[in-house]
């Protein structure tokens, strides 16, 4: 049985010889398995969508009708390569709208700074 | 845009679904339905879909469900090889030793490809 | 004193959400990757989603044997006699991206109960389902359903015998699955629009089994939207 609860490293970029192969396979465990992690009982919600919400999901699903990216590609980017503590900080539909960014510069579609020369212009709109 | 298009998969799904549009590409399937299998306790690098829960536990095939390229090559939109897809039934028990012998049936169905099985 | 403290909630500053959702949904469009008439499409495609279609399959498949055995056999090809097409219902005409074209039936007897979760992402057979609720998206239901389906499903009211089986169905692949819950008590002689009333989300998830005289999912808190998206 492999210990399904992550453990901190005891020191932050620790020496090699501090990584046990043990230690190395939780490093590499995708941040989207949590099946069978502990939790406590919590309160179940529905709740309202935003709008940007909608938007983000529509894009994205667009996004695949028209070839930029196939749906396993979304996947393994919203749900493994933002990392453990982005996985677990971001809403849901913020981590499709992460990926849909990131999908337009990895690609290269648009480049970072067109993309932030956009973000800021979006931003005064609502000065 | 159709240059993007061409290139993609999706293309080759239309008017026929996805996992469909993979039928027929993988060839004999290596288990049948009620063939025991283990899951296969591979490295874990960059991208799954087998749960670490099921990790060298047994189980028994219930279905040969689709042919699809694995989502570990597909994530990178790699579908020049596809695979048959089975569903798996395990015992709770068998996952976790804990579980209360008093539900000893209760189970976990889930799906994987075949790279990810070994004979039992 | 803390409280004193505590910056007003900004309810009319936009959020940073907001304004990456608009910058690259117009980026891509000004870069011809889809069109604003594309996004639109979907828009209104989605809008005609919800669990209706669901529930008359399971309502169908309970009035007719021969169709129960379709549904469990060819999920997709018995939810044209619902009306939805798999491959053809939405725009693209090769189903929606990221939902597939497996629906599989997942048939409870009064042995077996299913229930349905994606503990890797929230997978959902949106198609004949819809947009799936909030607490399936969660880390917490992910995690637990899977090894302490009893205490889940009981925080849900839902209390199985020692001897049903609990079969929790990880959708983790291609395949999108609903639960065909077994026809309760009460029901003889129902109509087919009556018995799919009682066929709720939450009993096609599997966290609920139909109830005479019980139409809607138990009551929950809801949390608001700071930006409502009207359906």
Redesign the interface.
Known sequence: MTERNRQKPAKDAPYPDLITNERFRECMRTPHDVGGEDDVPMQWEEKEEEVWEHNTFVTCEVLAWRGVWNAEERRRRQNVDLGNSNYLAIPYYGRWLLTAARILVDKQHVTLTELIEKMDEVKKRYE | ?SE????????R?????????FKGEAGKAKFKVGSKVRVR?L???????????T??AIATVTEL??E?PP?ED????NVDRSEW?Y?L?FR?KD???E?PD??A?????????EFWLEPA | MAEKHKPAPMVDEVSEFEVLEIAVRELAIEKGLFSAEDHRRWTEYMHTLGPLPAARLVAKAWLDPEFKKLAVKDGVKASLDVDIDWIGSMPTNFGTPSDYCNLRVMEDTPKLKHVVVCTLCSCYPRPILGQSPEWYRTPNYRRRIVRWPRQVLSEFGLQLPEDVEIRVVDSNQKSRFIVLPVRPEGTEGWTEDQLAEIVTRDCLIGVAVPKPGQTSNDPRPVHPAKNPYKH
């Open positions: 845009m993007i298009h061409e290139k993609h998969h999706a293309k799904a239309t008017g026929i679904g996805d996992p469909q549009c306790d490295p874990d690098v960059f991208y799954t879909r087998c749960q670490l829960y990790r060298g469900v689709y699809s989502p597909e994530a990178w939109d897809f569903s039934v709770q996952l976790w030793p579980y008093a539900y049936n209760d189970t976990v169905e889930t799906e994987l490809p």
